[in-house]
């Protein structure tokens, strides 16, 4: 059942309490209530997901990134690598969660990737061979909203249609699609075709696979927790109830047992805005806090911004910098909030010869075309409204005999996984209709492509270093400990990064000297071809690039034996008892790709842990 008061819920006492119903939460709430004999209790800090059509419409996301309601509106520290720009950094408050948000591309990464996590926790069962299963349990591949011929765009030996989250590809076909597959066969040794990116092997370029299913948004919500399974017994949800802080015993050996959670309910805009008012809250306030009991685990699953938040705000954290905040130390975790890492975007965009529908400037900028696209999908779920404005990916290593590499090494997971990413888009990657944000989802503080406010219709390859050596970090704000945590993903902070970038933009210059783009593309947009220069491009990219969005890594795992990462492989919290961690923020480092997928199976994989402790 799905709650929206507090004094609604049957009780406070659970078997489980999940902390955050989004992409990972969702999950594990629905597969921990398979089992007729736990009960879970879901807080949830956002609002439903029920009705919200710039959720369920895919073209419609940069409406949905667009509006503060869904969102918890973070934005990033100054970012030295941006020259000091300080850029919004998008987080859903809703359930379902960033899921519901989300570009929707479907990428699971390299099997590097996952064998390297599996070799930094000391643990074969996060390996590739390993986790492919769960892959499966999560993805339930489905037709695309066209019921196009797919042959040649996919390799079915490689999916799952008995899995829960629809994955598909484009329900609506681009014209430019062709001119990016003619690019595979013209330029081949450069841009190898790839028939599936999602084998393990995602080098080359692919059609592009999308959590879309019938023309609309498949999230953790709407296909892990659907109105059947909203009907257990056993699950209540509860919306708009933010977790303040987690409460644990000392056993007699020592040990730290978490089995509460303190939280606020319908205030969570409330900001508590100074350090003064925080220390009155946590001595005088803290009575007007709910407070619920888990008898068995708490399972903390508010994603990679919020997890380290809550942790240090519950006094798990470094002692030393707890101790400077005044909050009372529970359990010396150094590496809380550490270590985070994310992909840096910078998107170089050319003026196209497009005629009729050929770009998403062509259906946004003409709202005819706009309301029949619209009447369209909500008649039958077809058209541009099913699909965003990318048509294909492309993954790609640098020459590790390039200079660049001298002084750093390799920072990628092994020989199958790519330095870069280029995803190709059938428009000006920012959109002035919604100020600062962008089509697929990458928000950033205006400009983004540098093409300003430019009329006319564009072609961009947003180029996003994938395999990054930068590091940053998720810390609490001494003024002010339990507001917005200050999010440094480090963006461009190692000089590996901006040189990868360079050759990244380098390459997608190259992608479109191929003949099939001769009299399409006419010239490049202005910021882009006045970077003549190596250092002039790196000031393009330093003044341009952005997020993807994709931070993980501030609760990581690693081996039970480190004496570093903040869980153990099987994501119980190191040195405690009753508390596991599950969403993206336990991942160690970010894979080679797009987040979400690697979260399903982190969640998917965390439920079965979680069930086996309690049989
Ligand atoms: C704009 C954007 C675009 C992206 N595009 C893609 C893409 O195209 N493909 C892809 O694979 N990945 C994409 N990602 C990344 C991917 O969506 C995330 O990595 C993934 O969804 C994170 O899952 P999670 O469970 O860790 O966190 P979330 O899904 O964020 O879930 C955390 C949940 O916890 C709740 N919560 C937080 N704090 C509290 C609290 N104190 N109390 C109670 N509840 C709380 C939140 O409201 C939220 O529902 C994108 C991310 C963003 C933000």
């Known amino acids: 059942k799905i709650y929206n008061s507090v004094s609604d819920l049957p009780g406070l006492k659970y078997d489980f309490i999940i902390i955050g119903g989004g992409t990972a939460g969702s999950v594990v709430a629905n597969r921990l209530t398979e089992n007729a ?6 807080l949830e800090g956002g609002v439903t997901n029920q009705g919200v059509v710039d ?3 895919p073209f419609l996301v940069g409406e949905m990134l667009a509006q503060p309601i869904w969102s ?3 934005s990033t520290t100054p970012q030295v690598g941006l020259n000091g720009r300080t850029i919004p950094y998008q987080r859903a408050r809703i359930l379902g969660g960033c899921s519901a948000h989300n570009g929707m591309f479907y990428t699971r990464g390299s099997s590097d990737d996952f064998d390297r996590y599996a070799e930094l926790t000391n643990d074969p069962g996060w390996s590739w061979d390993r986790v492919l299963p769960y892959f499966f349990k999560n993805e339930r591949w489905t037709e695309p909203a066209d019921h196009h011929d797919t042959r040649g765009q996919y390799n079915p030996a490689v999916h799952s249609t008995s899995g829960v989250t629809s994955v598909s590809l484009a329900g609506h076909r681009w014209p430019v699609a062709g001119r990016v597959i003619q690019t595979t066969k013209e330029l081949p040794n450069e841009f190898p075709f790839n028939l599936d990116y999602n084998s393990g092997s995602p080098l080359g370029v692919g059609w592009l696979q999308f959590t879309i299913g019938g023309g609309e948004r498949s999230t953790a919500a709407t296909s892990y927790l659907t109105s059947q399974v909203q009907q257990r017994p056993n699950l209540h949800i509860l919306l708009d109830a933010r977790v303040v802080r987690l409460v644990a015993n000392t056993t007699d050996d020592g040990q730290v047992a978490f089995h509460r959670v303190e939280f606020s309910h319908n205030q969570s805009r409330t900001n508590l805005c100074s350090r003064f008012r925080f220390h009155l809250i946590r001595l005088f306030l803290s009575a007007s806090l709910s407070t619920a009991t888990a008898n068995k685990e708490i399972v903390l699953s508010a994603g990679t911004a919020n997890t380290p938040h809550i942790l240090l705000n519950s006094g798990v954290g470094n002692k030393t910098e707890l101790e400077e905040l005044g909050i009372p130390v529970l359990l010396n975790l150094p590496s809380v909030g550490l270590n985070v890492s994310d992909h840096s975007a910078a998107i170089p965009s050319w003026i196209v010869n497009a005629t009729g529908t050929e770009t998403i400037q062509d259906v946004q900028g003409n709202i005819t075309v706009f309301n ?5 999908w909500n008649a039958t779920k077809t058209g541009p409204f099913t699909v965003i404005g990318v048509t294909h990916v492309g993954w790609f290593r640098l020459n590790l005999a390039s200079a660049i590499f001298s002084g750093f090494g390799d920072p990628s997971a092994g020989p199958s996984t ?5 995803k190709f888009t059938v428009s000006r990657w920012f959109r002035p209709k919604v100020g600062h944000f962008t089509i697929v989802g990458i928000p950033q503080d205006g400009g983004f492509g540098s093409t ?3 009329p006319g219709n564009f072609f961009s390859i947003n180029v996003a270093v994938v395999s990054p050596m930068s590091r940053g970090s998720i810390k609490l704000n001494a003024s002010d400990p339990s507001g917005p945590p200050l999010i440094d993903p480090g963006l461009l902070r190692s000089d590996f990064d901006v040189l990868a970038m360079r050759e990244g933009i380098k390459m997608a210059k190259k992608f479109v000297t191929a003949p099939v783009w001769k009299g399409y593309i006419l010239e490049e947009t202005p910021a ?10 790196e000031a393009f990219i330093r003044n341009t690039a952005g997020t993807s969005s994709h931070l ?3 609760a990581g795992m690693s081996a039970r034996d480190a004496d570093y990462g903040v869980v153990d492989p099987d994501l119980r919290l190191k040195g405690a008892s009753g508390l596991r961690i599950v969403d993206a923020s336990v991942l160690p480092i970010v894979p080679s790709a797009h987040t979400q997928a690697a979260v399903y199976v982190v969640a998917e994989r965390g439920a079965d842990l979680i069930k086996a402790a309690w049989v």
């Not at 004999?37 to 879901?42: D, E, G, M, P």
């Not at 882009?528 to 491009?537: V, Y």
């Open 372 to 376: 029949e696209a619209f009447a369209e």
């Open 37 to 42: 004999n736990f009960s879970v209790l879901v």
């Open 528 to 537: 882009l071809a006045n970077a003549t220069t190596d250092a002039a491009l």
């Open 552 to 554: 993980v890594g501030s």
């Open 452 to 454: 300003g406010s430019q």
């Open 418 to 422: 790519p330095h870069i990413e280029m």
């Open 72 to 74: 918890w509106n973070y």
């Open 55 to 57: 959720s369920e419409a």
